[in-house]
């Protein structure tokens, strides 16, 4: 079931025009920079966009110029975890695993998770409960488990918010979504 949903909802994502993404993502980011959360956050860790995602490359260099500590993942795929590093400039990065812009190695300047106030989470799918459908590689669900004790928000296309999708117990939620429409508070 999680298959299907997410093969489906990737092949409507990698279908959006990419003037179409820039320009919802500009609306997710105008809400998510109004959110108190983001506002009183000094650490927050973005996900670096690829493959039309909610691009999120703007909003971290826009929290760099605010000067907001801004952590993002290096993907460490022999241990399947992310390393949080903190980000001093774009240039810090460059293609890595899965051809998503992560720090170099010279550049990673690892934080612990209990650093962070903020997560910004990417995903698949979401529902109204917060519960979310990531690419399936539990990079995501592992790091949160982690003590982790941040708010967490999730950014989609409207088209990604489910009614409900099917959950395992491992699986993470996030307190908050943001679609080019709307912000959602989960239960």
């Given at each position: ?15 959006l025009p990419h003037s179409e993404v820039l320009k919802k993502s500009a609306q997710i980011k105008n809400r ?38 801004v952590m993002v993942p290096k993907t460490d795929s022999k241990k399947k975890t992310l390393v949080i590093s ?91 979504i943001i679609t080019e429409e709307r912000v959602i508070d989960c239960p």
């Amino acid at each position: 079931m999680k298959t299907k949903i997410r093969e489906n909802l990737l092949n409507m994502r990698k279908a959006l025009p990419h003037s179409e993404v820039l320009k919802k993502s500009a609306q997710i980011k105008n809400r998510l920079f109004a959110s108190s959360w983001y506002q009183e956050a000094g650490t927050i860790l973005f996900y670096v966009s690829y493959d039309n995602e909610v691009n999120t490359h703007e909003m971290i260099q826009e929290s760099l110029v605010k000067g907001k500590n801004v952590m993002v993942p290096k993907t460490d795929s022999k241990k399947k975890t992310l390393v949080i590093s903190r980000l001093l400039c774009w240039d810090d990065l460059c293609p890595g695993t899965y051809t998503i812009l992560e720090p170099k190695d010279d550049c990673v300047r690892e934080v612990p998770i209990t650093s962070i106030d903020l997560c910004i989470i990417p995903g698949v799918a979401f529902d109204h409960n917060g519960n979310r459908i990531g690419h399936g590689g539990g990079y995501y669900d592992r790091l949160l488990q982690a003590e982790c004790h941040a708010h967490r928000i999730g950014l989609a296309f409207e088209f990604q918010v489910m009614k409900r999708i099917p959950i395992e117990t491992h699986d993470i939620r996030v307190e908050k979504i943001i679609t080019e429409e709307r912000v959602i508070d989960c239960p």
